[in-house]
């Protein structure tokens, strides 16, 4: 319930009163997602068009409390980051169902994106783009100090113009034990770290320590995807990627790749995590290589009238400017202005503003 506070509080829940989803006047339209934890609606909150994540309760005491938790961390985490490239919270409820509600993103999620593509794969600027998109969306996490620990194209949502992706789906915590992490084979281990399932057997409630360079990997086997629009360690199941990477430090090819790129990915997916870079290192090595194949566009000349402006004496087209007379008895300003006014008479009467725009403009630097 609502405490004087402004918190709405119940065991682990606690969330500001600005966040609190009035289910009255929520409604859940066609299911458009399901996870092995919720499922995801099309839906209405005050007549917005909105994503409505429902969490299943669970069954036995110990899965409710671990699902309560879970709801209430994913919460914690949502309402306290904004950023473009985050999927934008709008609100939650714990009764009568936990509920998170966000915007809805129309483009579907990258995974469905990128089948619709297949064979082809994406243009190599826009590649770059989106694992830019993905890069800034984790730097912004990580400056929190959150690890989102699940990062795959299953959980990157396109926006309608599939021109931007945002990062979605903050269920796994880091909190959480390796044995709860690793119950269903959802397809994740694919993208996991290896360090996130320890070579090491674990004694019962023992940690798994590993730090937010988990997320460069997964970064790196979601930017070979988005480059090759393949699965990851194809052939393989799940786990049999999984005991590949762990075991036999197996990667991707990154074989056919310009250097720049290939350095991206490895560098990400080295076995030692303390190498891998961060993703502000990331991030500006990607705008390098996204210059080398998509250069700054030549800045395109453009009148610039500006009051009492002076250029030096040897500057082009200083003369034109200045007070001298010819033997018409007009200065060159205006003559220039009177040739100005005849092509923009002739260029008007057909329609062709533009051109004048371009007459004139020649006229002025000659």
Known sequence: MESGSGFYSADEFKLDAKWLIDPKHLFVGPRIGEGAHAKVYEGKYKNQTVAIKIVHKGETPEEIAKREARFAREVAMLSRVQHKNLVKFIGACKEPVMVIVTELLLGGTLRKYLLNMRPRCLDACVAISFALDIARAMECLHAHGIIHRDLKPENLLLTADHKTVKLADFGLAREESLTEMMTAETGTYRWMAPELYSTVTLRQGEKKHYNHKVDAYSFAIVLWELLHNKLPFEGMSNLQAAYAAAFKNVRPSAENLPEELATILTSCWKEDSNARPNF??????????????????PMIPHRIFTKNSILPPESP??????????????????????KSKVAEGKLRNTGAFVQWVHTTYILITT
């Not at 390098?288 to 700054?296: A, F, G, H, Q, R």
């Open 317 to 338: 087209g200083t003369s034109s400017l200045m007070a001298v007379r010819d033997g018409s008895g007009e200065t060159p300003k205006a003559k220039m202005e009177n």
């Open 280 to 297: 502000s290192q990331i991030i500006q090595m990607l705008h390098n290589y996204l210059s080398t194949i998509s250069p700054p566009e």
